[in-house]
């Protein structure tokens, strides 16, 4: 093989404290090497010419670019070399940038380690070979799971773009927390007013199928065909003859149901819509509260139902949905205030959380729009909010920003000026986060229009004193101990992630960092990529972050999944395992360890069975090559002897 | 090394080589290294794309071949890629942990972990008290290559 | 005493017979300390199969290796005659699915033990044997200079000392009553132990001088019944090319970490291995090291339940401390 070592200097990034003209002249002595050089920027226009220049000139069959990470620009040279007529598999990089010169200063021993990595990679390529993608078909739907507003947004993209679309919700109406939210900041809309009319074109669409009370139970396959198991879950209530007139819940003797919705600040009943606007708009029995089922006696609603809808003997239906893509939507949980024991939250009842005070402000909530405390009924004349409640406090295990609470506070105090224009509002805060577009106005109308009284400082105790609660704390800009006596206190509970997001991540097989929130491909370049081909991500399951940016996030989802819709193939990664058959021995091993069922047996004549590999499912991950005994299954540019090469280099 | 075979073992640094996995640990030591965390010189690090394509075997042959250390990193349990290929690894590799030192291999030599994409800093310790490890254990004084039953042949 | 086990052994293979395509079973060798293996097609040859501890070999791999018994008319089983230690052999095949358990009958013998010929010879040098027998806890042999008698403490196998499971673990008929193992098998790596207690140096030296030894004749890998490779075996292929032909210690290292990694959680410690050793190298002692880490680690111990995974083919999420 005619090799050539391009040595990139990257400016002085790696040229600083690596001698690139050295790495290249022991490259040249390596074997096989027909042409090494140093480069300034290898990765630049010129410098990809310089590499294709000399491949036609020196016929090099090889090329290895000593240079940065391949992670970063590993595609770019396999796309330079495979223009100058290489096949893009007979290339290799050696990583003399992050590994080399990055992290040490000695000069001498960074060369000597950016020449080894060289000769490691020299000594692998000598054992590549040319491979080729092959052509699989794209199934053209695609699944939406989570029907907040990310996940709204990113169907109705989708299924504008003349997509089917399944959307799975497991909650029984989509709509997500927006739908829970009074107004919105920065511009105080009406929050059901501007979400309302997206969940009805959802149900509108000819092209999207929602499941509502529906969970994802298993994935199987890969980008352009995946098969997904959704547990319908059992409602008890014939969704296709419910028309959600409402005459069972009116009749339901079961009353004291927390109501989820409301955030238990009412009660529901057994049999429920959880609100007016729902999507669909259908009746579901909680079996935890249902006579029928606690007492076995009841039956009244299965009497009241004009259309005989309701089914007390209905069971979970698992339904196959088949498609080529998946958005992710699943959202957030809130953080649970109960665990700042000092604040009180859960312990008092005017003691609440911020999305409890949303409930009570909208006109839909529990008090039909009236500011009143949970208590007693009374009207508040003092209101104190704090903010930072599980969030950036690394003590509770969440030392994130949560993104929206300042701005959810700002907005709350404003409207509860609106409301009840005598009552005094005071909000403890540790910093103000507002860098969103009018956001900072916003706040400042608060403080400035709305007379709110912001106190920089932690609150360290709420205690009750009368039928008032007593908030402690300090104030750092004037370095003075504060009491505010108040009759409603609000603590700003944060975002935490999704309950069984993890356990969805795994079925995804998706990362997630250590608090629960999806990771994305590239933080800056490739947000709303995961590492598993065609699955995508929307809204705050990636991490916290306000309505606009999970509209963005989820239209910007859908836009992938056009773009890898827009083509009727795709070509597979032919990084995959490959079985030999003379040296299979058909032990079977490789089947029994593959994690995606990629590997099955294929009949011979006369009986004889070898492994096969689906090049189509494989994901490429070796598990099967390390568990041959005879070493018959290889993967594709990362096989034994290609390791062994590099092991060899070293170690010979 | 071309050219460098005359320099004494200890200025040379030690021989490290490291597996790690393309979706995390890779990832890691690129964060080190785009954070500027400072590391030792001796590792090498092979890319493979999981630890579940760790075959114990690469790192016995290291070992074997006169490697001063065996680094293997993957993603966290839980968190791999391909979903379980390092809960498979991490058999395989304790295993092999525990074995070397009966063929007369310090175990020492040989180092298993998981260090995350985003783990920079972990990963620069990891390397960090490796490498000071194997400096204090001393080049490896490996099985020797020449036989001696071939050597007696021989004369 | 073993007259009657080999006559009871003979009735009720020939009761099985007429159902059987073969079995696979021990006659007499070239000497009275040696067997072979025999393989009975029909009533007539009932005469040549045998039953005594001088009956070492495992016969199990025959099952997987000798295309003249696998190319057998598959609607009629293949008989097979097993010692404790041979039956894991079975277990472990059957696990790994290269023999079905409904495909075989099995003959399980209860075994007190083996006797290595090779440290009867070193006790004695014996020369033109006429007759070897076992009676109670001794072996006599006539020699053409008379009579010798032997503990049998100090001629048995060096794995039937340490047996832990001196009765098959699955068998069809059991010919012989049950026999009480020597030690548990937590309790059965003295030698393994007592290698440990070894300094790392120590270990080290003695590895090289028994692993210096090896010729790389790939005995060892021959008579495992689990080395199921044979000719494609990692330790020969250029494709990958894992091992050179060079003679050097550390290439004799690498064979031996292939063969006894590939047996990790495998090896039924059926000694075999160490048994094909013309150079007398204790290879099974590393297998037995593997499998005290895996009984230690994962509280495994291989060829035991048909049902069972092999640890390293399968993962627990939950595990911890490893």
Redesign the interface.
């Known amino acids: 093989m005619r090799i050539g070592v391009f040595v990139c200097q990257c400016g002085t990034n790696i040229a600083g404290t690596v001698d690139t003209q050295e790495v290249a002249r022991?490259a040249g002595?390596?074997p096989d090497v027909a042409y090494a050089t140093s480069y300034m920027y290898t990765c630049s226009e010129p410098g990809q010419q310089e590499i294709q220049r000399a491949i036609r000139e020196k016929n090099l069959q090889g090329v290895v670019v000593a240079a940065c990470?391949?992670?970063?620009h590993e595609p770019t040279f396999r796309r330079a070399v495979e223009r100058a007529g290489l096949n893009r598999f007979m290339f290799e990089m050696a990583?003399i940038?992050?590994?080399?010169s990055?992290?040490?200063?000695?000069r001498e021993?960074?060369t000597?380690?950016a020449?080894?990595?060289v000769?490691?990679a020299v000594a692998k390529l000598r054992f590549n070979q040319p491979l080729f993608s092959s052509q699989i078909s794209v199934n053209k739907r695609v699944m939406v799971i989570g029907g907040g507003v990310a996940g709204i947004q990113a169907a109705l993209d989708c299924s504008d773009g003349g997509l089917d679309v399944v959307l799975v919700e497991r909650k029984s109406s989509i709509g997500g927390k927006m739908a829970q939210l009074d107004k919105t900041f920065p511009t105080v809309d009406c929050s059901s007013c501007i979400l309302g009319p997206k969940m009805v074109d959802v149900v509108q669409k000819d092209n999207i199928t929602l499941h509502a009370a529906s969970e994802v139970e298993s994935i199987s396959g890969y980008v352009g065909n995946f098969t997904v198991e959704v547990r319908k879950k059992a409602t008890y209530v014939d969704w296709t003859a419910c028309t959600g007139c409402g005459a069972c819940i009116e009749k339901c003797p079961s009353r004291k149901v927390p109501d989820v919705f409301n955030e238990n600040l009412a009660n529901a009943r057994a049999i429920n819509i959880p609100f007016p606007q729902a999507i669909p708009k259908k009746a579901t029995i909680n079996r935890d509260y249902c006579l029928h089922f606690t007492k076995g006696k009841c039956g009244t609603c299965q009497k009241v139902c004009p259309t005989g809808a309701v089914n007390y003997e209905m069971q979970d239906e698992i339904v196959t949905e088949q498609v080529g893509a998946i958005i992710v939507a699943t959202g957030y949980d809130l953080f649970d205030a109960s665990v700042y024991g000092e604040y009180g939250g859960g312990r008092y009842a005017d003691v609440i959380s911020g999305i409890q005070y949303e409930r009570i402000l909208s006109a839909s909530g529990p008090f039909g729009g009236h500011i009143k405390r949970p208590s007693d009924g009374k009207e508040p004349k003092d209101i104190v909010f704090i903010a930072c409640v599980g969030s950036r406090d690394a003590s509770v295990g969440r030392p994130y920003c949560s993104g929206v609470c300042c701005m959810y506070i700002a907005k709350q105090a404003i409207l509860t000026r609106d409301h009840l224009p005598d009552t005094r509002v005071w909000v403890f805060y540790m910093d103000i986060r507002a860098p969103g577009k009018n956001y900072d106005e916003f706040v400042r109308r608060a403080q400035e229009e709305y007379g709110v009284q912001y106190i920089r400082g932690r609150v360290g105790k709420v205690y009750p004193k009368g039928d008032r609660m007593v908030v402690q704390g300090n104030d750092t800009l004037l370095g003075v101990q504060v009491e505010v006596e108040a009759d409603l206190v609000v603590l700003a509970t944060g975002i935490e992630a999704s309950a069984g997001a993890?356990e969805l991540a795994?079925k995804l097989?998706i990362?997630?960092?250590q608090y629960g929130f999806y990771?994305e491909s590239h933080p800056k370049l490739r947000p709303v990529e995961t590492?598993?081909a065609g699955v995508y991500l929307a809204g705050v399951c990636q991490g916290p972050k306000d309505i606009p940016s999970s509209v963005a996030m989820g239209s910007a989802a859908a836009a992938k999944v056009q773009a890898l819709f827009s083509r009727d193939t795709i070509e597979t990664n032919p990084?995959v395992a490959l079985v030999?058959e003379r040296?299979c021995?058909s032990?079977?091993?490789c089947i029994?360890?593959c994690?995606?069922g990629a590997i099955q047996w294929k009949e011979l004549r006369g009986g004889i069975r070898k492994a096969e590999v689906l090049p189509s499912v494989c994901?490429?991950?070796?598990?099967c090559?390390?568990?041959c005994?005879?070493?018959?299954i290889?993967?594709q540019h990362?096989?034994?002897?290609q390791?062994?090469a590099?092991?060899?280099a070293?170690?010979? | 090394m071309s050219g460098s075979n005359s320099v004494p073992v200890t200025e040379q640094g030690m021989k490290i080589v490291g597996f790690l996995c393309n979706w995390c640990s890779y990832g890691g030591a690129d964060t080190a290294g785009v954070c500027r965390f400072k590391q030792p010189t001796d590792l090498r690090i092979i890319r493979i794309p999981c630890t579940g394509r760790m075959d114990p075997l690469f790192a016995a042959k290291s070992l074997i071949y006169g490697a001063d250390g065996v680094l293997v990193s993957g993603c966290h349990p839980r968190d791999c890629h391909y979903a379980v290929g390092n809960l498979y690894a991490r058999r395989r590799l304790e295993v092999l942990k525990h074995f070397l030192p009966f063929m007369g291999i310090d175990p020492r030599r040989f180092h298993y972990t998981w260090v995350s994409a985003s783990e920079g800093q972990l990963w620069q310790r990891v390397v960090t008290d490796f490498s000071e490890q194997i400096h204090q254990l001393g080049p490896n004084p490996g099985i020797g290559a020449e036989s001696e039953i071939f050597e007696k042949l021989g004369n | 005493m073993f007259e009657n086990a080999t006559k009871q052994l003979r009735e009720t293979v020939e009761a099985a017979l007429p159902e059987l395509n073969t079995v696979v079973g021990w006659r007499a060798g070239y000497d009275p300390l040696h067997m072979t293996p025999v393989f009975i097609k029909n009533a007539g040859d009932l005469s040549k199969l045998e039953w005594s501890p001088f009956c070492v070999q495992n016969l199990s791999g025959y099952l997987v290796k000798d295309p003249a018994v696998r190319a057998q008319d598959p609607s009629k089983k293949i008989g097979i005659c097993v010692k404790g230690c041979d039956s894991r052999s079975l277990v472990a095949l059957i696990q790994e699915k290269f023999i079905e358990r409904n495909q075989i009958h099995v003959f399980g013998i209860p075994c007190r033990g083996t006797v290595d010929w090779r440290r009867v010879m070193k006790l004695g040098p014996l020369t033109g044997i006429q007759s070897a027998r076992v009676e109670e806890s001794r072996l006599v042999v006539e020699d053409a200079n008379g009579g010798h008698t032997f503990a049998l403490e100090d001629v048995l196998a060096r794995k039937c000392l340490r047996c832990a499971h001196p009765n098959p673990v699955i068998h069809d008929v059991l010919i012989g009553e049950p026999v009480t193992p020597r030690v548990a098998v937590e309790n059965s790596y003295g030698e393994v132990e007592r290698m440990e207690e070894q300094s790392l140096e120590d270990r080290l030296g003695f590895w090289k001088k028994e692993l210096d030894k090896c010729l790389r004749c790939y005995a060892c890998r021959n008579a495992c019944p689990l080395c199921v490779c044979q000719d494609r075996c990692i330790a020969e292929t250029r494709e990958p090319r894992w091992l050179t032909q060079r003679v050097g210690t550390s290439e004799k290292f690498l064979f031996h970490f292939i063969h006894a990694l590939h047996l990790a959680g495998r090896c039924t410690e059926c000694g075999e291995c160490e048994r094909a050793c013309p150079m007398e190298i204790p290879v099974t002692l590393i297998k037995e090291k593997l499998n005290k880490i895996t009984l230690e680690l994962m509280s495994y111990e291989a060829g035991m339940d048909p049902e069972a995974v092999p640890p390293l083919l399968t993962f627990n999420p939950g595990e911890t401390g490893l």
């Open positions: 022991r002595n390596l990470s391949p992670r970063m990583n940038r992050e590994h080399v990055w992290i040490n200063n000695d021993a960074n000597r380690k020449a080894e990595l000769e490691m993890r795994e097989r990362s997630y960092d990771m590492n598993t990084q030999n040296v021995i032990c079977g091993k029994q360890v994690p995606f994901q490429g991950c070796g598990l090559n390390a568990t005994p005879p070493k018959a290889q993967l990362a096989t034994d002897n390791i062994l590099e092991v060899n070293l170690c010979a």
